[in-house]
């Protein structure tokens, strides 16, 4: 089964227009998450831009706004730069986080000035069957007090049971 990805584009220029040679960015997932069935892992995908400084074409990432666990890519810019002293100095620059939501495709300049959503909060808890059991017969109980009209219904025969009670008192 394939995973939900969406489309990633952008370019990633010197100040002065001109493409950066030699960049790679790596996105690297924050921790474990799910898609139906899948499990995956917090791996380091890394891409090479091309001569343009943009991202390859179809370059894709998965959707992990669809996860279970809120979980966020970490992307960093990696490129070697020459020092007469030390010869070529490897560097890298942390761009931000990123978390790719539902549509097709994502420009990644725009979703790096987007914040990401904290991952929402979750517990386990061990249960036997007959508990579970028991819970859910508790549950099927309550379904009439969620029922429409249900607390108007309430209060009306407590108004009636009222006005019967002072009916009977004043006798």
Not at 3 to 12: F, M, N, W
Not at 58 to 77: C, I, K, P
Not at 133 to 145: N, P, Q, S, V
Request: net charge negative; with cysteine; charged share 20%.
């Amino acid at each position: 089964m394939s995973l939900t990805s969406s489309l990633i584009t952008g370019r990633i220029p010197l100040p002065t227009g001109e493409a950066f040679a030699g960049v790679r960015l790596t996105f690297t997932l924050s921790a474990c998450d799910r898609e139906g069935e899948d499990i995956l892992l917090p791996a380091t995908l890394s891409v090479s831009l091309d001569e343009t400084g943009a991202l390859p074409e179809g370059f894709r990432l998965w959707r992990n706004s669809e996860g279970l666990h809120g979980t966020h890519y970490t992307v960093t810019a990696h490129w070697e730069e020459q020092d007469r002293a030390r010869g070529s100095v490897p560097r890298e620059v942390s761009l931000g986080r990123i978390q790719i939501g539902a549509a097709p495709q994502h420009m990644l300049g725009d979703i790096l000035g987007n914040s990401v959503p904290a991952a929402p909060a979750s517990f386990w808890v061990k249960a036997s069957q007959a508990e579970v059991a028991t819970i859910l017969g508790a549950a099927e109980g309550l379904a009439g007090f969620t029922a429409p009209g249900y607390l108007t219904e309430v209060a009306e025969a407590r108004d009636l049971a009222q006005s019967r009670a002072a009916q009977a008192a004043g006798r």
